[in-house]
Structure formats: structure tokens, C-alpha cells
């Protein structure tokens, strides 16, 4: 969800110009354009200036930066803080669900430009924190972990207490699962999946638009997922499950689930006009996963009982996966309902607020 300007631009029909102004409006837009589709709370890093290559690079190094480096500009420092207390009244919040905490950090630096252009390059990092970095000896035994803070492991987690989900606000589901079991969900609807699923992402999704058969995945549930899969003798295990971005399958999946009758599909950040009204048409959903829990999601399945299109490559093949106790929200239902169109529209009345400021 990184995106990048350049200044003059317009916003909502308004010119912003080369200036701090410019700047903090495309910061902002570029926050409301993500929701939750790049794992929100998310961080940024950000380079003002610079080419288009880069600018890109340069933001990226912003996000190594730890939260309490403080910029050493002082006017960069004040903007900083600005845009962390104007993001987070933006009400898109974790996950894009809606809540106060939408941004966790930004870094903002800048570099020399060419008069004629002033890109804004903004890098979206998600809350997921995936860098981490070892050295090794000759007989593979960790000498020293890279990227931390002193300490930071030897902190006490234990009196953290587990998050309970209470039996009467969640739904056990069990594949097959039918027509009116799915009519019966609504946005907002926790669910714990039992049984088979199927992954699925961008090259499956245009081979089956464009035709492909997959007679294995009729009725059933589509996991937009790359996961990391080890063979284990003959047997392959589940290292890694977490949902991918599932906007990217916005132009295919109106026509897969009609084709192949399905009834649910499984991703992150949201879906479209077209999937909203393929799911009303044919009885599915949008079950939404929790991004950057991939680890968690891995525990869940508990057996691969095959692999498909295995020619696309092991993230973009189709891996059939027996699951327990699987968990998702419903985000869009058979009824019209998208919990991401209501987000969508009052983070978009919020930024134009903050923006008329």
C-alpha cells in the first residue's frame, strides 16, 4: 500500500502545492487510500524529494528507524507529530474495522531534487513487525540477534493476559457449508471455520477467470493465502498461513464465485462492488482474517490433504487444507452489508474535515 505524489496535486477537486502543506494532505491521502488493505495500525516512512527511485528507497529506510527517533529537523518533527494525532481521528483503526489507532508511527526525511519535480514517496509498513536478523556460526547456533532493542527479550510477557472469545458471540462452521447457513451471517459475524479450504491468489484467480477448471473447489471456501509450505518426508507442513491483500482479485472474483459456487472467500482489507454483489446474487461472503498472524494461522491447519496448479509455484498454487477452529470476521455479507464501504465513508468525511482546516 506504499504510494508515492507529486506535488502540485489536487485532492477532492482542492490544489495542494509544493510546500509542508502539499505534503501532510498526499500523507493523509495515501493513509485513507490503504485502510485497512496494508494490515493497519500502519507505520510510514517517508521521503520528501528525490527521484522516483529513490525517493521509494529512502522512505523504505525511514521504517528501520525505531519510534523514539527523534527528527533532527525540527520543522519535519512538528509535522510528524501532526499527522500522528490527524491519522488517527481518521476512524479507520486496526484492520481497517474502524477505531482511534489507524497510524503507530511515521518517519519523515527528505532529499535533494531536480527543480522540476517534488515527489512525495510514502512506504506503508504494516503492524506485523517481520525484520529480524541473526548471525550464525559454523554449526548454525545463533552468536547474535540483529535489529533490537537491549534487552528485549528478557522482558516479562507473562502476566499478559489471552484474548477469550465468549461462546455466544462467535459461530462454529463447518464445511461443506450451505446456502442458508451463509444467508444467515451478517457483517460483524466472528466465525471459527472447521474442515477443508482452499488457497488461492493471483495467478489462480486469473486462470479460473479466464476459464481454467478446478471442479475441487465448487462450494467451498477460497483463502486468498501464499502460504510457506516444507515437505516432511511425504507429508508437507504448514509453516506459515496468513491472508494477502485481497483487493488485487477484485477483477476475478465476481465471476469465480459465480462459476464455481463458493461460499466464502477468505482475505484481507476488503473486496469491491463487483465481489459484494456476486456474493448477494450467489450466497457467499467475505470472511476477514487477521493480517500478520500468519504463524497463528499456520497452528490452525491441521493437515494439507493436496496441492493444485502446482505449476503456478508453491505461494501462487492452489493447497488444500483441512482447518480447526479457523478464525474470521464477516466483513461483507450476502445482504449488500460491507462493514468496508461504512469505514470507507466515514474516514472520507474525516479527512476532508481535517483537510479544510
Known sequence: MSAQYKLPTQIEGKKYGRDLGGVRAVILDALY????????????????GGDRANGYAFAKEQLLRTLDDINPNPELAKLEE???????????GPMGFGGKFTLGGIKIADLNRLPACYFVSIAYMCWAYRRRGMILDSKNKVKEWLYQIPGEFEKDYSG????????????????????????????????LLNGDMFTGRDSVHRYLYDGGELDVIKEGIIYHCGPVIVEDGKEFKVMAAGPTTSIREEPYQGEVIGRFNL????????????????????????FHAIGGAAQIYAKCVKKVKGVYLKQFGSPEAVWHMEVENFPVVVTMDSHNGSLHDKVDQISKKKILEILAK
Request: aromatic share 4%; hydrophobic share 35%; net charge positive.
Open 160 to 191: 499478559i493476559p489471552e484474548m477469550k472469545i465468549s461462546a455466544k458471540n462467535i459461530k462454529v462452521l463447518k464445511t461443506p457449508i450451505s446456502e442458508k447457513q451463509i444467508r444467515e451471517l451478517q457483517v460483524g459475524d466472528v466465525v
Open 33 to 48: 487510500q490503504a485502510q485497512g488493505k496494508g494490515c493497519s495500525p500502519g507505520f510510514l516512512g517517508v521521503c520528501i
Open 263 to 286: 461460499r466464502g472467500v477468505i482475505g484481507k482489507g476488503g473486496m469491491g462492488k463487483k465481489t459484494l454483489e456476486a456474493c448477494n446474487k450467489y450466497g457467499s461472503v467475505y
Open 82 to 92: 501532526q499527522i500522528m494525532q490527524e491519522a488517527n481521528q481518521l476512524e479507520i
